[in-house]
């Protein structure tokens, strides 16, 4: 359909998809915002007589949001290079969670992490494992592979042939599989036993029953910690289940007053930790087989404003 007569509304009404795509390809919900409102004004920045000429405003958009975001992540790997301590993505909470009794919704009106939709491709683990990914391998990965688009279109995006993004999509392909992460299906452990096991987590934390978090905690665990040097966190991962639970236990010493919430991350059970309030940590994990594999920390306070405040 042409753009002759597109309403303002029917151009506005991409955010949603674009932020959805932005945001897989960046891990951060600030910098899918700001790429989405570049990609929106260079669209208002052609003539009018050129934004006619567009058969599809929204192919249009999510060409060049995707070309941006292949800019962003280019210029990442040196960003991250001097970001203090393991980067990783930037939580999302469930907006129907964060809400006051009295309904008051505390993410605030327009929150851009309320357009995303969670499904398995922003569970945590999933987005870890586009983190090692070249940009262009991510890209044709995720607009591919997550929001089906056909290769014909993702060649415009990257500059390259559809058979070139076709072999980049299966390289990407090959590496999640290695990892283990969902692509088409759901993490293997049901939510309902994910959901258990990371309330059994939140009551030996509470406890500080060294035994028992060991005993949730898969021998070979691995715990890494996103403080962006704003806030105390471990620099490198903490690896082994005995050791993760030592050092779970020694925050709990160091924190008196810390409130522990049994939340959604990502689509799936997590928890928060608060003070006063106000949330300090939100933490990721990845089950298998009963026990805990992996689990991710956030702490830096710059990506936990769409969390809030827990009143």
């Not at 029953?209 to 991962?237: F, K, N």
Request: include cysteine; hydrophobic fraction near 45%; charged fraction near 25%.
């Amino acid at each position: 359909m042409g753009s002759v007569g597109t309403s303002t509304d029917e151009i506005a009404g991409e955010r949603g998809q674009l932020i959805n795509v932005a945001y897989r390809l960046l891990g951060s919900v600030t910098e899918a915002e700001d790429a989405v409102q570049d990609a929106y004004a260079r669209w208002y920045g052609l003539p009018r007589s050129r934004r006619e000429e567009i058969i599809s405003p929204g192919a249009w958009l999510t060409t060049v949001t995707g070309r941006i975001c292949l800019d962003l992540l280019g210029s990442a790997r040196a960003r991250r290079e001097r970001y203090v301590g393991a980067w990783l993505p930037e939580p999302l909470p469930d907006r129907t969670e964060l809400e006051h009794a009295d309904g008051t919704d505390l993410a605030g009106p327009g929150d851009p992490a309320d357009q995303i939709v969670l499904d398995e491709s922003v569970a945590m683990a999933f987005l870890v494992v586009l983190e090692s990914m070249t940009p262009a391998e991510r890209v044709a990965f995720v607009l591919h592979d997550v929001f089906r688009y056909p290769f014909a279109e993702i060649a415009g995006v990257l500059g390259r042939t559809p058979a070139a993004c076709k072999q980049l999509a299966s390289s990407a392909r090959r590496r999640v599989s290695a990892a283990r992460a969902p692509v088409t299906t759901p993490a293997p452990s049901p939510v309902t036993g994910r959901a258990d096991v990371v309330k059994h987590v939140k009551e030996a934390w509470e406890t500080k029953d060294i035994a028992a978090l060991v005993g949730l905690l898969d021998p070979a665990a691995v715990m890494t910690a996103d403080g962006g040097g704003m806030a105390g966190a471990a620099l490198r991962p903490v690896e082994g289940g005995a050791r993760i639970a030592r050092y779970m236990v020694a925050i709990a010493d160091k924190a008196p007053g810390l409130e522990l919430l049994e939340r959604s991350v990502n689509g799936v059970p997590g928890l928060v930790a608060q003070r006063a309030g106000v949330v300090a940590t939100v933490a990721a994990f990845d089950v298998s087989d009963g026990r805990v594999t992996r689990i991710w920390a956030v702490r830096n306070p710059e990506k936990l404003r769409a969390w809030g405040r827990e009143d």
